[in-house]
């Protein structure tokens, strides 16, 4: 069974920084692509970064123009998990995190995951 638990959420002053942590079992990391995405208030379910698998892809990251530059994702395979370090933060970055797991090594504009996690809570707030 696939579970994906995110963890390193809470609340932070602009320009600080967090990193998300996401521990997957049931599958390892490093043959699948994985992505970061993320809900705001009131709004709908944004991507915001993806890593092909280090297996059969080879390992690229991806990144909205949003959080390009502030964000870097990364993936430990020897733990089984993926980060998302997040910097400089804003408090359009408030929202709830999750993660993600796509059914292959490679990730792809528009493609669906099949996998996600239950989310960690961010707040950005003076």
């Known amino acids: 069974e696939v579970q994906l638990v995110e963890s390193g959420g809470g609340l932070v002053q602009p320009g600080g920084s967090l990193r998300l942590s996401c521990e997957a079992a049931?599958?390892?990391?490093?043959?699948?692509?994985m992505a970061w995405v993320r809900q705001a208030p009131g709004k709908g379910l944004a991507w915001l970064s993806a890593?092909?698998?280090?297996?059969?892809?080879?390992?690229?990251?991806f990144y909205a123009d949003s959080v390009k530059g502030r964000f870097t994702i990364s993936r430990d395979n020897a733990k089984n998990t993926l980060y998302l370090q997040m910097n400089n933060l804003k408090p359009d970055d408030t929202a709830v995190y999750y993660c993600?797991?796509?059914?292959?090594?490679?990730?792809?504009?528009?493609?669906?995951?099949?996998?996600r996690g239950q989310g960690t809570q961010v707040t950005v707030s003076p």
């Open positions: 049931g599958f390892p990391v490093s043959k699948y692509a």
């Open positions: 993600a797991k796509y059914p292959s090594s490679t990730y792809a504009s528009g493609k669906f995951f099949d996998s």
């Open positions: 890593i092909n698998g280090a297996d059969g892809a080879d390992g690229s990251t």
